[in-house]
């Protein structure tokens, strides 16, 4: 079985950074995209942000120039930088692997997320 596990969430006040840590662990062969959506309470889960195997990225419009998504493939590791935080960054953050290749078959996970909350 596959398990995403995130960490590095918090209370943090408007303005400042955290970083967040996402790591896969199970018999995984590779992984496709890795990537980090959000959902705030009362709204839908968003996108924040993805990474290619290959290294190419793609992030929500609401956090382009601010946020920054990097991975480890050896080590099935996702991390998101989050600078310049605002209150509306406030939501619960779920890292999601895509296309993880168990050797049979191809599987996408989410993990149980973790909670950012900025205060102004």
């Known amino acids: 079985q596959v398990q995403l596990v995130e960490s590095g969430g918090g209370l943090v006040q408007a303005g400042g950074s955290l970083r967040l840590s996402c790591v896969a662990s199970?018999?995984?062969?590779?992984?496709?995209?890795m990537g980090w959506y959000r959902q705030a309470p009362g709204k839908p889960r968003e996108l924040v942000g993805y990474?290619?195997?290959?290294?190419?990225?793609k992030y929500g419009d609401s956090v382009k120039g601010r946020f920054t998504i990097s991975r480890d493939n050896a080590k099935f590791k996702v991390f998101l930088q989050m600078n310049n935080l605002e209150r509306d960054d406030t939501a619960v953050y779920f890292c999601?692997?895509?296309?993880?290749?168990?050797?049979?078959?191809?599987?996408?996970?989410w993990g149980q997320g973790t909670q950012v909350t900025v205060s102004s």
């Open positions: 999601n692997a895509e296309n993880v290749y168990l050797g049979t078959y191809y599987y996408d996970y």
């Open positions: 199970g018999k995984i062969v590779s992984i496709g995209d």
């Open positions: 990474v290619t195997s290959g290294g190419l990225t």
